[in-house]
């Protein structure tokens, strides 16, 4: 009986700090993403790239030439509901700042990394610049904000789909595509190499990017650096299992994450006298208290840009060059119009177009067509909740459609 007890309660503190500490959902990001073969195969033939490159290099590594700066261009979608989300510029400047200290070893916490790791710490010679020129060739500040009747995510990837509310990436194999949005119960997630590129790049919380300078947990940007490291092809240093491995050579291995902000030696998995180097930025530990990639790490990021590597495409972009179209993208201000909603569907007698998403829609003219292309019903829109009485339709599939400037909108639903 004790040991059931025991057992029980083991469970539920160990379910607590697992609730507690869902900092970045990735590792649970590529299990499912990983039941697609393609991906799954396609990520195999990236690592296999980059472990034959690893190999030659360390080879190779007295004859290296110098080192080139990485320049990575940003572009940074900003999908807000309530306006405060709405992060100023000089909060997206901040976070810049932030992943360009910690990539180029200039944050002033390295003398905090322990004697023992000192040696390993390393300048990832990788920095970032918002972009300057979109994918049209047109002028950008490289932030472009969106506003979304959604009020939540989560990280089943809406917030990167104008279809879902949220916006489209821009062509991920020139721009590292970043999402902040009120992520529900998460700081971040990352894609890794090899995903679908119409989802390629991070998403981060509010959380993670509003509260830079204030002392706490997350006041130092470090999910974004600890995202991109994702991006770039790293894992967590306890490989998402008791002990696993994350493909470095000299990370010690650990048991699993480090919540908080321990200090001390904590020796895991037999690691050595140094114990888990629960400061490195792929750790969970609160941003205060990480403060370093190693330079394992750092090969296996910049092997992803070599000739034939999956990032190599990013060295070519003319994200970061002057804009080559004089035309102006739409002002923050003219969002894209928004669908109606539709329900129930199937219907029976009464038929309800929600268009709360869209005043804009108010005015407007919608036809209602059979599947024999015959006109059945013809409105023009005068409240946000529009009903429609179906009861003496027949029943079918019909289709909605309606335009508006220069955008075509058509749904269909079943009536019973
Ligand atoms: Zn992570």
Known sequence: MRIVILISFFIA?????????KKCATAEYQRQQNANLNIANQKQRIDNFILSRLNKNSITANQRPAEAVIKIPVVVHVVYHFPEENLPDETIHKQIAALNRDYRKANSDTVNTPAAFK??????????????????????????????PIKKWTMDDKVKSSATYGTNAWDARYYLNIWICNLSDLLG???????DLKNDGIVLSLLAVN????????????????????????????????????????????TTYTPGCPTGVRVSCNNSEAGDMYMNFMDFTDDPCT?????????????????????????SSKALGAPWSQNIPLPDDAPQWLYPQVYPNPVNDELTLDLRYDARWIGKELIIINASGQLVHQLTISSKIEK????????GIYFIRGKKEGEKFSTKFIRL
């Open 189 to 195: 997630y990352g894609t890794t190499p090899g995903d």
């Open 291 to 315: 403060n370093l990639f190693t330079k394992g790490q750092k090969d296996r990021m910049r092997v992803l840009f070599e000739l034939g590597g999956y990032r190599n495409s990013i060295l």
């Open 13 to 21: 503190a160990g379910n607590i700090v697992l609730f507690a500490q």
């Open 119 to 148: 040696s390993k710490a390393a300048d990832c010679n990788i920095e970032f610049e918002l972009a300057k020129t979109d994918p049209l060739g047109r002028a950008t500040t490289g932030i472009e904000r969106v506003y979304s």
């Open 388 to 395: 429609i009485y179906t009861a003496q339709w027949k029943p």
């Open 211 to 254: 509260n830079l300078d204030d002392g706490g947990s997350y006041s130092k940007g470090r999910t974004a650096v600890h995202e991109i490291g994702h991006w770039l092809g790293l894992r967590h240093l306890w490989g998402d299992a008791d002990c696993g491995d994350d493909n470095v050579a000299d990370t010690p291995k650990q």
